[in-house]
């Protein structure tokens, strides 16, 4: 072989040695989606707690006939909202501020009243109240006048980035949506840079996870009210329904307990598919439902609001230029100047060694080399790389739910008191704010604050 010959053969393997030895490029690994413990914790402060008051005059049936109630007959209800705009919008189901719904609430409390004074059996109420609802009336505290409606939004004392920690709001109730309707319900308060919960595109497939978000009234029986954490109820879609009056709605295996009505349920991006609606208590398990995810969103988005942009998951990203740490000289080069010279390389290479054999084929055959001359060094064949196709992930199995008590039920018929029901107005207490409110309540509805006896 040649002097030439050697040395053009010396320059290729320098350029491919040259390219391959550049240092070497790594893929910035792609973000990852959120957690549910980040998910959680970022979402809570767009939880507000409700407590509803109802103020009217029952008009009631006795051995004399009917009369109305000489003294006003006060009732609460809790529920959960959450935030769906900047400007203090609320969003929270419909039956928690329906006037159909607190008249209900008043005659309870008008039948448990009569039972705490005595004057009728527990059992006896119980007989009385599917007629009760049916036929005996309500009206506000003017004749003639709807029932009295009071709602107040809260949150929990200490709870950093919400809005109401530290003080309570009166909501006004902008618009309703009956609960064989679609159940939702738009309030309102003087507040700004709330932290609104975007709402969902698209309703959740059958087995997607999801987390129901709201304050169980039992919880709220053994815990410091003023501190009252929302409880996150983890699950997945069960089915998607439609009820006899044309209503989609979604059922979820994630438990939704008195007092969570009109929280959110949201996906694991924390995207809210839907308003803690209903449950149906059946004999071995509870059925839960929650409001259609499009029939929300289009619903809010015909009041004119601005809702906050849905949350995608991480997009993908392009290996960025990273390298590896090397012992040659950074030079700047990208990926692609970089894998250019490793291909220039080899293709200088390859035709240097085409250009040696038709070389070597021209001349006569060198003679044997000497006892101790260089030896001849034959390189094996690299062939393609391949890289070895990653790992399949592990199958992510779902952490088994455990199914709720199965809880008694009782027929209750209708039927007609025995007895006249004297109306006295029920004992109250005061709560530390000063507002006067019936004995027995755990917490005040006009503040939020907790109940002593």
């Known amino acids: 072989m040649s002097v030439t010959v050697r040395r053009l053969l010396a320059v290729a393997a320098l350029l491919a040695v040259g390219a391959l030895g550049s240092p070497a490029l790594a893929a910035t690994p792609a973000p990852s989606a959120p957690t549910a413990v980040e998910v959680n914790a970022a979402t809570e402060p767009s939880i507000v707690q409700l407590a509803i008051r109802w103020r009217g005059y029952i008009y009631y049936e006795t051995v004399d006939g009917y009369v109305w109630t000489q ?20 969003t929270t189901a419909g039956h928690c501020v329906e006037r159909k719904f607190g008249r209900e609430a008043l005659i309870e409390t008008f039948l448990s009243d009569q039972v705490d004074q005595g004057l009728i059996t527990s059992s006896e ?38 809005p109401l920690a530290d003080d309570s709001e009166t909501a006004r109730v902008l618009d309703t949506k009956p609960f ?4 939702t319900a738009l309030l309102k308060i003087e507040a700004t840079d709330t932290p609104a919960l975007p709402v969902a595109t698209v309703d959740p497939k059958t087995g997607s996870e999801l987390t129901a978000i709201g304050f169980p009234g039992s919880v709220g029986k053994v815990v410091d009210v003023e501190r009252l954490r929302a409880s996150f109820k983890s699950g997945t879609a069960s089915s998607q329904q439609v009820s006899e009056g044309g209503v989609p709605q979604t059922e979820v295996n994630a438990d939704i307990s008195p007092g969570m009505s009109g929280g959110p349920t949201i996906d694991p991006l924390g995207n809210v ?21 499009t029939d929300l969103r289009d619903w809010l988005q015909s009041k004119n609001l601005t809702l906050v942009a849905v949350k995608t998951p991480p997009a993908a990203v392009a290996p960025a230029a990273t390298r590896l740490p090397s012992t040659a000289s950074d030079d ?10 490793i291909a220039g390389g080899l293709v200088v290479l390859a035709g240097l060694i085409a250009l040696v054999v038709a070389v070597t084929r021209a001349k006569p055959a060198p003679a044997a080399a000497a006892p101790g001359g260089p030896a001849v060094i034959t390189l094996p064949d690299a062939g393609t790389p391949v890289t070895p196709p990653a790992p399949a992930p592990a ?47 755990a917490f005040c509805g006009t503040c939020g604050a907790k109940i002593t006896d």
């Open 180 to 183: 064989d309707e679609g159940d």
């Open 332 to 341: 700047g080069l990208s990926t692609g100047v970089a894998l250019g010279l």
């Open 395 to 441: 199958p992510v199995v779902p952490a088994p739910i455990a199914e709720p008590e199965p809880v008694a039920t009782q027929a209750v018929p209708a039927s007609t008191p025995t007895q006249p029901m004297p109306a006295e107005a029920p004992a109250t207490v005061t709560c530390p704010n000063g507002h006067e409110v019936p004995a027995g309540q």
């Open 273 to 293: 598919l839907g308003v803690n609606s209903f449950k149906i208590v059946g004999e071995d398990q509870n059925f839960n439902f929650i409001t259609d995810t």
């Open 71 to 90: 003294d006003v007959v006060t009732a609460y209800a809790g529920c959960t909202g959450f935030f769906v705009t900047t400007d203090g919008h609320i």
């Open 125 to 162: 109420a119980a007989d009385l109240l599917d007629g009760a609802l049916i036929n005996w009336k309500a009206e506000g505290l003017e004749n003639g006048s709807a029932i009295e409606r009071k709602v107040v939004a809260y949150q929990p004392k200490g709870l950093a980035g919400a």
